[in-house]
C-alpha cells in the first residue's frame, strides 16, 4: 500500500511539473520585413484562438510565454499580410517573415530613396499610416510631423489646405519633397503648396523625413532635408472600408476605400475617395475639398509587373490674407480667430483679396519593374500633372475699397465695411454700378497658376556581393503659365486695364479675360545620377553624385510685341556629391558620419528681373555644404538616437522688385547648427512613451552689399543690409516634445503629446534692414506649450473590424502666436503675426470589411 502511494505520489509530481514545464514553455524569434530584411518593431503576435500574445521589441525580437495547447501563432503588422506560424512547444523561431500588403511596394520604395534606420547613415524619422490615421484628425497633413526633431509646422493663414512645414529652419522651397519617388516641389520657385496635395492625408501609407542630406540620389537641392511621402499601393489583400469624421466649426469628412486584391490574372485594383467640407477654426474659412485615389497593378510574369496610378485633390478654400498687430486682435470683436479678409455677397461667405484659393493638381504614374535576373533590376517611372488654380485680388482704381494694408495690418482709410465688420462687396456692386461709362472700379480677379509637367525617373540597380551600385536618369518637362484673369466686375458691366501693350487700352474686358499679365515659364532639366553602396553585418557606406542640365526661357504676353515675346534658354549645370559611413558596434550601439555639397541653380524669378525678360547677369549658383555626426541606441524596449549637424548656406540668391525697381543682394550666407536628441520607451505591450528635443542656432553669417536697379537695368542706387547674427525667422529654433499611449482598457488607447516652441523669431525683409538705428535681432515671440490628447478604440460591428477615434488639439486653448513678420524696431507692438488655433477636436468612425 505504501508502495502505491509513493508511486500515486512520484506520478502526480511529474505530472505537475510537466504541466508547469507546458505553462511555462517559451518561444521567441524575430519579426522582419521579408522584403527587405529589416525588423519590424510594434509587430504583433498572439496566439491563435486567445488574447494571450505580445509585441516585438525595437529590434524585431520577441519572446512569449505560451500556455498550454498553444499550437498556432498569428503574426500582423500594419502594411503587411497577417502570417500563421505553427509551433510545437518551446523553441526559436528565428525570422517570421512578413510579406508586404502592397503590390511592387518594395521597387516603389527603392525609387522614392525610402531608406532602412541603422543603416543608412542619414537622421531619420518614419510616420508610418496607422500614426496619421489615430493622431492627425481634422489637423493640416504636414503637422503629423510636430513632434519630430527640427521640424516647425504653422497653419499660416489658417485656411484648408494651408498649413506649412519647417526643416531645421529651411521652409519648402529648400526641403525636397517627393510623392513616390518623384519630385514635387514648383520647377521655377521651388515651393510645395500643400493645398494642393491635402488629400494625401488618406492615402499615404509611410512618411519619411530624411534631415539634412536625405539619401534621394535625384539631383534634389535639399537643403534642409527630404520629405518622402510613400502612398497606398495596389492591395495584395482583397477588402475596403468606410470612415466617417466631424470636428468642430461643421467640419466634415467622409472616405470610402475599395480593393480587389491580388486577383488570380495577376490584376489588382485599388480605389479611394473622400470629401471633406465644413469651416476651420477662424472667422470667414469655409472650405469644400475632394480627394480621388486610383491604383491598377498588373504582375505580368516574374519578371515584369507595371502599375498605373493617379491623385488628386479639388479643392477650394477661404483663408485669413493678412497679418495684424496683437493690438489688432485683441480690439477686435473676434479677438484670435479675426479674419479681415471676407465678407457675404449673394448671403455667402465670401473671401476676398488674398482671401480665397482653389486649386487641383492630379499627379498620375505608370510604373514599370523589371527584375532583369536575381541582382539586377530596372524600376521606371513615366509621369504627369496637369494643375490649374488661383487666388483672388482685389484690382482697379478703386481696389483701396477692399483693402487691408499689408505693411500695418491696418484697413485703407477707403474701404467699405459692413455694419458687422465685414468687407462690403454688395455696396461695392452697387458704387460699381454708378461708373457706367468707365466701368467697374474695383473687380475681383484670380492670379492664375497653370502647369503642365511631365517627366521620366529610369533607375538601374546591380547588387555584386556587398555592393550595391545604382544608376539613373531624370528627365522632366515644365510649362507654367501665369495670368490674372477677371472673376467678378462687382456689380459693373465691365473693367479697362491697359497693362497689354499688344491690346486696346479701351477695350471692354468681361469675366475670363486677361489682365495685369500674362506670360509662360519653361523649364526644360536634364539629370543624371549614380550610387555606389557597401553593406555588411557590421558597417555601411555610401557614395553618389548627381549632375545636371536646368534651363529657363520665359515668355510675356503683355509687355513685348509679337515675335519679341520669347526669350533665349538661360542654361545652368548645377551638380552635387554627398558620402556617408555607419558602423554597427554591436547589436545595440551604431555611429554613422556623412556630408556633401549642393550647387543649386538659381530661382527663375532671379534670372528674369522685375517680371521681365531681362536676364539678370550677377546671378549666381547657390551652394551648400553639410555634415551630420550621429548615435543611435537600440535595445529591445528602448531606442535612442543623437545627431549633431551643420549646414552652411553661401551665396543664397534674394532679388526683390520695390516699387518698379529690383533691388538684388548678393553674398548672402546663412549656417543652420544643432544637436538632435529622440527616443521611444516600450516597457510592455501596452505602454509608449516617446519624446525629443532639438536646439538650433541658425543665422545670418555676414552684413551684405545690394543694388537697385530701374525698369532699364541703370543701376540707382546701393546700400547695406545689415544683417550679421540675426537670426533665421519663422521656424521654432528650440522644439521638444513629450507623448504617451496607453491602453488604459483592452483594446482602448490613451494618447497624450506635448509640444514646446522656444527660440522663435520673426521673420523680415531683408531691404528694409538698412539703417544703423534699427540693427538688431529680430523679435522674439513667446514660448509655446501646447497639449493634445486622443482616444482609440478598437471593437467589431457585425464581425467587422471597426475603430473609434477622439482628439483634441490645443486642450487647455491656449493663446500663441505661431507666425510673425517683424517691424522697424523688432518689438512686438509693431509685429504682423498670425495666431495658432486655440482648442480644436475630431472624431471619426472607420469600419473595415
Known amino acids: 500500500m505504501k508502495k502505491m502511494m509513493r508511486s500515486i505520489l512520484l506520478m502526480a509530481a511529474v505530472m505537475m511539473l510537466s504541466v508547469a514545464a507546458i505553462a511555462q514553455s517559451t518561444v521567441k524569434g ?22 494571450s500574445g505580445t509585441v516585438t521589441g525595437f529590434d524585431g525580437s520577441f519572446v512569449l510565454e505560451l500556455p498550454q495547447g498553444a499550437s498556432k501563432l498569428v503574426v500582423s503588422f500594419v502594411g503587411f499580410l497577417e502570417k500563421e506560424v505553427s ?52 489637423q493640416e497633413f504636414p503637422e503629423i510631423l510636430k513632434s519630430t526633431p527640427s521640424i516647425y509646422t504653422s497653419k499660416e493663414g489658417g485656411g484648408f489646405g494651408d498649413a506649412t512645414v519647417y526643416v531645421r529652419g529651411f521652409d519648402s522651397n529648400n526641403v525636397g519633397v517627393l510623392i513616390n519617388g518623384i519630385p514635387v516641389n514648383d520647377m521655377e520657385n521651388g515651393k510645395v503648396y500643400w493645398s494642393n496635395w491635402a488629400g494625401l492625408s488618406d492615402v499615404t501609407r509611410t512618411m519619411q523625413i530624411q534631415r539634412g542630406l536625405g539619401a534621394s540620389k535625384l539631383g534634389l537641392s535639399s537643403v534642409g532635408g527630404t520629405i518622402n511621402v510613400l502612398t497606398k499601393s495596389t492591395d495584395a489583400k482583397k477588402g475596403g472600408s468606410v470612415k466617417s469624421s466631424i470636428a468642430n466649426d461643421g467640419y466634415k469628412k467622409q472616405v470610402f476605400s475599395l480593393s480587389t486584391g491580388l486577383m488570380d490574372n495577376g490584376w489588382a485594383v485599388s480605389l479611394l475617395g473622400s470629401h471633406t467640407y465644413g469651416n476651420m477654426w477662424s472667422k470667414g474659412s469655409e472650405f469644400d475639398a475632394w480627394n480621388y485615389y486610383a491604383s491598377v497593378s498588373k504582375k505580368i510574369n516574374e519578371k515584369h509587373t507595371v502599375s498605373f496610378m493617379i491623385t488628386g485633390a479639388p479643392q477650394w478654400h477661404n483663408q485669413r490674407g493678412n497679418k495684424h498687430t496683437i493690438q489688432q486682435y485683441r480690439d477686435n470683436k473676434d479677438e484670435f480667430k479675426y479674419n479681415s479678409d471676407y465678407g457675404i455677397r449673394d448671403g455667402k461667405q465670401y473671401g476676398g483679396g488674398y482671401g480665397y484659393n482653389y486649386y487641383h493638381k492630379p499627379q498620375a504614374q505608370l510604373n514599370h519593374y523589371w527584375n532583369i535576373d536575381e541582382e539586377t533590376s530596372l524600376i521606371s517611372s513615366f509621369y504627369a500633372s496637369i494643375g490649374s488654380g488661383g487666388g483672388r485680388r482685389v484690382s482697379g482704381e478703386g481696389s483701396a475699397w477692399l483693402s487691408v494694408n499689408n505693411k500695418t495690418g491696418e484697413d485703407d482709410a477707403e474701404i467699405m465695411r459692413t455694419g458687422d465688420g465685414l468687407l462690403d462687396f454688395d455696396g461695392v456692386a452697387a458704387r460699381n454700378a454708378t461708373y457706367t461709362a468707365l466701368g467697374s472700379q474695383a473687380i475681383i480677379g484670380n492670379s492664375v497658376n497653370e502647369h503642365v509637367w511631365t517627366g521620366l525617373i529610369s533607375t538601374l540597380t546591380h547588387n555584386y556581393k556587398q555592393f550595391t551600385f545604382t544608376a539613373g536618369l531624370d528627365a522632366r518637362y515644365y510649362v507654367g503659365k501665369h495670368y490674372r484673369e477677371v472673376d467678378d466686375l462687382l456689380g459693373g458691366a465691365f473693367f479697362l486695364d491697359d497693362s497689354n501693350d499688344n491690346r486696346d487700352a479701351d477695350k471692354w474686358l468681361k469675366k475670363g479675360d486677361k489682365y495685369s499679365y500674362h506670360n509662360d515659364g519653361k523649364v526644360l532639366y536634364t539629370g543624371l545620377f549614380g550610387q555606389a553602396e557597401y553593406v555588411t553585418d557590421d558597417y555601411s557606406a555610401f557614395i553618389s553624385a548627381a549632375a545636371s542640365r536646368k534651363s529657363y526661357k520665359r515668355v510675356d504676353y503683355f509687355q513685348y510685341a509679337p515675335g519679341s515675346q520669347e526669350t533665349d ?38 534670372v528674369f528681373l522685375n517680371y521681365g525678360n531681362t536676364v539678370n547677369e550677377d546671378v549666381k549658383y547657390e551652394k551648400i555644404i553639410t555634415a551630420e555626426l550621429g548615435y543611435g541606441y537600440t535595445a529591445s524596449n528602448f531606442t535612442g538616437k543623437v545627431t549633431l549637424y551643420r549646414t552652411n548656406w553661401k551665396d543664397r540668391g534674394l532679388v526683390k522688385s520695390i516699387q518698379g525697381e529690383t533691388v538684388n543682394i548678393a553674398g548672402l550666407n546663412q549656417l543652420h547648427q544643432g544637436i538632435e536628441i529622440e527616443g521611444e520607451y516600450k516597457p510592455s505591450k501596452k505602454l509608449t512613451v516617446r519624446g525629443m528635443i532639438s536646439i538650433g ?22 546700400f547695406t543690409a545689415y544683417l550679421k547674427d540675426v537670426h533665421v525667422g519663422n ?13 488604459v482598457l483592452p483594446k482602448l488607447t490613451v494618447a497624450l503629446d506635448y509640444n514646446y516652441y522656444g527660440n522663435h523669431y520673426a521673420d523680415f525683409d531683408a531691404t528694409k534692414r538698412t539703417r544703423t538705428d534699427n540693427i538688431g535681432d529680430s523679435w522674439e515671440m513667446p514660448d509655446v506649450n501646447l497639449i493634445d490628447l486622443g482616444f482609440r478604440y478598437k471593437f467589431e460591428i457585425a464581425g467587422l473590424s471597426s475603430t473609434l477615434n477622439a482628439n483634441a488639439y490645443n486642450v487647455f486653448d491656449v493663446e500663441y502666436i505661431s507666425k510673425a513678420q517683424d517691424g522697424d524696431y523688432h518689438t512686438s507692438n509693431e509685429a504682423l503675426v498670425y495666431y495658432g488655433f486655440g482648442r480644436t477636436w475630431s472624431a471619426g468612425l472607420k469600419v473595415k470589411f
Not at 97 to 115: C, F, P, R
Not at 731 to 743: I, M, P
Open 569 to 606: 534658354w538661360e542654361h545652368f549645370l548645377p551638380w552635387n556629391v554627398k558620402g556617408g559611413f555607419n558602423y554597427k558596434i554591436n547589436s545595440i550601439h551604431n555611429v554613422f558620419v556623412n556630408g556633401g555639397y549642393v550647387q543649386r541653380t538659381p530661382y527663375f524669378s532671379n
Open 87 to 138: 509551433i510545437n512547444g518551446a523553441q526559436d523561431l528565428g525570422s517570421i517573415k512578413l510579406e508586404s500588403d502592397a503590390v511592387g511596394l518594395k521597387e516603389v520604395s527603392v525609387m522614392a530613396s525610402i531608406v532602412t534606420d541603422r543603416q543608412t547613415p542619414i537622421a531619420v524619422s518614419t510616420i508610418s499610416s496607422d500614426i496619421i490615421e489615430n493622431k492627425l484628425g481634422s
Open 731 to 743: 521656424s521654432a529654433q528650440l522644439t521638444g516634445s513629450f507623448a504617451v499611449d496607453y491602453e
Open 30 to 51: 524575430v519579426v522582419v520585413d521579408g522584403g527587405t530584411g529589416e525588423s519590424l518593431p510594434g509587430a504583433s503576435i498572439v496566439v491563435a484562438g486567445t488574447t
Open 697 to 718: 542656432d541658425w543665422t545670418y553669417q555676414n552684413d551684405v552689399n545690394a543694388a537697385s536697379f530701374d525698369e532699364d537695368q541703370n543701376l540707382t542706387g546701393e
